[in-house]
């Protein structure tokens, strides 16, 4: 089946390290998309790749990083410069003339300890 | 720039009863429109979308939204709430309104709690 994977499901880490979330996408999609969601606060956009090799800053980009080196792959760095980052990540991969559909993958929690 | 506003935070109905959550939208351009649905813990499905014609939408799990442009607005409707309709709801406009790829602004959501 098509779809978005994203990994691990909960992910704990310490204060003062670097994390990286995983996702994956068969869709084919050109595509991919790293958002952060908060209590109250909807979806916030870090991070969208429309090609490989080739990335762009969101609303909240500051303490991310991300890399593009396969279709599938969208990996999202989360750095011990980001102030706050206990939260949900979304990831999210759309096709080509769609009209700006995306989906979504099954998110992970990072807890910062 | 574009906006999302979801003036609900909470809303509770019975079972059985009708629902309708509001969304409205600040965008220049036609606007690409979006309804999203979050259980808890997880990603998000898409309900239904709007792009042109037919002004009223039909979605998955018998939802369905009407678009009002004089209104700014995309509100959720459904004539029959069940249980299993308990979530997180999200609107969302596209920002590049057209055919290329672009972002999507998300309103602030609304959870959607249902009386037996």
């Known amino acids: 089946d098509g779809g978005i994977t994203q990994s691990p499901k909960y992910l704990f880490r310490k204060e003062g390290q670097n994390v990286t979330l995983s996702c994956e996408q068969n869709l084919n999609h050109d595509a991919m998309y790293w958002y952060r969601q908060d209590p109250g606060q909807g979806l916030r956009l870090i991070y969208y790749s429309q090609i490989v090799n080739d990335f762009q800053k969101g609303d909240i980009a500051e303490g991310y990083s991300v890399s593009r080196e396969k279709k599938e792959s969208f990996p999202l760095t989360v750095t011990s410069a980001q102030k706050n980052p206990t939260a949900f990540y979304l990831c999210a991969s759309e096709r080509g003339n769609s009209y700006n559909e995306q989906f979504f993958g099954p998110g992970t929690r990072l807890t910062v300890l | 720039a574009q906006s999302v506003t979801q003036p609900d935070i909470h809303i509770t109905v019975s079972e059985g009863a009708s629902l309708e959550l509001r969304c409205n939208y600040s965008y220049g351009a036609t606007p690409y429109l979006f309804w999203y649905v979050q259980s808890p813990g997880q990603g998000l499905q898409l309900l239904l979308k709007?792009?042109?014609?037919?002004?009223l939408v039909q979605g998955i799990k018998g939802f369905e939204a009407e678009f009002k442009r004089s209104q700014s607005s995309f509100n959720l409707r459904k004539p029959s709430v069940h249980w299993s309709d308990a979530a997180e709801y999200f609107c969302?406009?596209?920002?590049?309104?057209?055919?290329?790829?672009?972002?999507?602004?998300f309103g602030q959501g609304t959870i959607l709690t249902v009386h037996p």
């Open positions: 969302a406009v596209s920002a590049a309104g057209g055919t290329s790829y672009g972002k999507l602004t």
């Open positions: 709007y792009f042109s014609g037919d002004t």
